[in-house]
């Protein structure tokens, strides 16, 4: 069981919606410091333990910022996010830039920045020589492929477009040492929003194995190996987080039987986990606007799927509470829906919640929960939808403005 809380009373957060229009996401600093900080602790037992936070999950500046505080770094994937990586001031190898069909320009900045390449292709060896050039230190993702099983969210990888495939790797990695690199590093990603433990250490064992054939078919002593994103979070209350120090120790017991052997003990681990990061310390928060009764009892809110479409995407479940109603009982069973003109926005359906008084400017505000990752960043402006700013909890209680709502004008400047 995980309990779904909230940082601020019903009071505060009335407040905070006097200040700034609904809906808007709201992430607490301390919160995602102590998880930073939990997570480093547990994965101090490994070299040059490093987490390159997945910046899509929560490109915003201010977040980037909070986290390389922390000492973490960056995962980036495409040219803008490379642009706010180095914009909050992560530079160097704290970016890792994971990309694929990767246009030069992309691989040009990554180099600019001194980012830590992977390759997603075997064919983007050649590309990225003829282009941007061969940096000193170059990572390739890995595809293992009818080796592992995918889950729901990520799917099977004999069927993901990423990564090279075994025999790729091996080759790769000595075509690279040939071609004059000198620092290797190895990644794959298998997972997404990923609860058990076991699966992540398979993952670390399937990885330190091939590392060692690395080692003895190229001679090449890998620098570090990535275990990509990925762990999930506990989006239902009876769900389990995932527990660091269990994973931790389930990844050393099997990188000291197969890494140690190999004369790979000072391989450092990194990841580029992302939701786990951010995920439970956002919320969305919203106003019951309207009620309808028809052949169920809705409950429309001024926020829509354009805001956090996951729920209309992966069916997936987000925790719904009602400020100053968190110990009322559940008496009704709404569907709680946005306003676009599509009969998947819906953030709850069939919920069994509190009582919700509904109205532009007094209804009841509804919290929803775990929206701190691939929430915000995945919203759209379908329907001429305007997206809805952010806000921070900081370390010292206040609260700031750290995106503004979008306008009209945002919407138009591209015409
Ligand atoms: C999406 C992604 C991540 C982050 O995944 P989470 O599920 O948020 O941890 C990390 N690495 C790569 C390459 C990704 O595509």
Redesign the pocket.
């Known amino acids: 069981m995980t309990k779904k809380t909230f940082p601020l009373s019903k009071k505060e957060l009335e407040a905070a919606a006097a200040r700034f229009p609904t809906p808007f996401y709201i992430y607490d600093e301390n919160a995602i410091r102590e998880n930073a900080r939990r997570i480093k602790a547990a994965f101090s037992i490994f070299p040059g333990y490093i987490n390159h936070f ?1 910046v ?2 929560a490109p915003n500046p201010a977040i980037l910022r909070v986290l390389r505080d922390e000492g973490f770094g960056a ?1 980036c ?1 495409s040219f803008t996010e490379l642009l706010l990586a180095e914009m909050s001031g992560i530079k160097g190898e704290g970016i890792m830039f ?1 990309s694929n069909e990767t246009p030069s320009a992309e691989y040009h900045k990554a180099r600019e920045l001194g980012a830590i390449i992977n390759l997603d292709d075997f064919t983007h060896i050649e590309f990225l020589e003829k282009t941007a050039g061969l940096p000193k230190i170059l990572s390739i993702r890995y595809n293992p492929g009818p080796l592992k099983l995918g889950n729901a969210i990520i799917g099977n990888p004999v069927e993901a477009k990423y990564g090279f495939t075994r025999e790729q790797t091996l080759e790769g990695f000595a075509l690279l040492k040939k071609k004059g690199v000198k620092r290797f590093a190895l990644h794959t ?1 298998v997972a ?2 990923e609860l058990k433990t076991a699966y992540h250490v398979e993952t670390g064992r399937i990885l330190f194995e091939l590392a060692a054939e690395i080692k003895q078919k190229t001679g090449i002593s890998l620098e570090f190996v990535n275990l ?4 999930g979070i506990p989006y239902k209350p009876e769900d389990e987080a995932v527990n660091y120090e269990e994973l931790a120790a389930g990844l050393k017991e099997a990188f000291d039987a197969i890494m140690v052997p190999a004369g790979l003990a000072c391989t450092g681990i990194h990841t ?5 990061i951010t995920g439970p310390y956002g919320w969305l928060v919203t106003r019951a606007i309207h009620r309808k009764n028809i052949y169920r009892k809705y409950i429309g809110v001024d926020a829509s799927m354009a805001d956090l479409i996951r729920p209309a995407m992966y069916g997936a479940y987000h925790h719904i509470t009602v400020a100053g109603k968190e110990d009322a009982p559940l008496s009704e069973v709404y569907d709680v829906v946005g306003s676009l003109c599509e009969n998947c926005d819906k953030f709850a359906v069939q919920r069994s919640l509190p009582a919700i008084e509904t109205d532009e400017i007094s209804g009841d505000l509804l919290i929803i929960h775990d929206a701190g ?2 929430g915000r960043a995945m919203g759209f402006n379908y329907n001429g939808k305007l997206r809805c700013g952010e806000l921070l909890l900081c370390a010292d209680g206040s609260i700031t403005q750290i995106r503004r709502k979008e306008t009209p004008a945002d919407l138009f400047a591209t015409f």
């Open positions: 997945a899509k999950a995962d994937s994971t990603m997404s929003n990509g994103g990925g762990v580029e986990w992302g939701r786990v990752a691939h």
